[in-house]
């Protein structure tokens, strides 16, 4: 079945990076994009962008360009989200996600990630 | 871009009641491109319904969809225990792929 397994929580101070990575299986990874979510706690869902997974293209949503970064590694079915220069409003659950079969449809999601960002 | 308003924001209901919950675009969202989702606290979310109308895997059939153009609705109708959670819609008609802020469906 569609597995996407996600790294573990992580803690960071101001103005480091994190990455984040989601790996896929039960499926050919080539086939579906990987989209990726944001939830900051307490609230609803922010939708980032994606990255085509046979090209490797990216595509960032408005808000979500420059510090962010989506990236793949094939080999070993695995995207990745990294986040530069982190700012305390970055902490939040990262979910990535894959749609259905049939539909653009987020059928498939990742258990998230939390990032916290505190000095 | 479309910003999905849901409303109400909050409903206390009982199991056993019928609920209907709204989803309403700022411009029109073609039908192949409204998704509804549960989430339970700590949890990530769970389609339940795509194309407007169509269940998701192994969804019960007390949850159903509808609507078009700028109003949807996702109705359950017969509420279990496990149905109380929050429920977000999202449109794939435009990018961004936005989300409505979510409806909490909580037990009185």
């Known amino acids: ?119 | 871009e479309t910003v999905l308003t849901q409303s109400p924001g909050t409903l206390s209901l009982s199991p056993g009641e019928r609920v209907t919950l709204s989803c309403r675009a700022s411009q029109s969202v073609s039908s192949n491109y409204l998704a509804w989702y549960q989430q339970k606290s700590g949890q990530a979310p769970r389609l339940l319904i795509y194309g407007a109308s169509s269940r998701a895997t192994g969804i019960p059939d007390r949850f159903s969809g509808s609507g078009s153009g700028t109003d949807f609705t996702l109705t359950i109708s017969r509420l279990e225990p496990e149905d109380f959670a929050v429920y977000y819609c999202q449109q794939f008609g435009i990018s961004p792929y936005t989300f409505g802020q979510g409806t909490n469906l909580e037990i009185k």
């Not at chain 1, 922010?46 to 990236?71: C, L």
């Open chain 1, 1 to 119: 079945q569609v597995q996407l397994v996600q790294s573990g929580s992580e803690l960071k101070k101001p103005g480091a990076s994190v990455k984040v990575s989601c790996q896929a299986s039960g499926y050919t990874f080539n086939d579906f994009a990987i989209y990726w979510v944001r939830q900051a706690p307490g609230q609803g869902f922010e939708w980032m962008g994606y990255i085509n997974t046979n090209t490797g293209n990216p595509s960032n949503a408005q808000g979500f360009t420059g510090r962010f970064v989506f990236s793949l590694d094939t080999s070993v079915t695995t995207a990745y989200l990294q986040i530069s220069s982190l700012k305390a409003e970055d902490t939040a659950v990262y979910y990535c996600a894959r749609e259905r079969e049939d539909s653009e449809a987020l059928g498939h999601w990742g258990q998230g990630t939390l990032v916290t960002v505190s000095s």
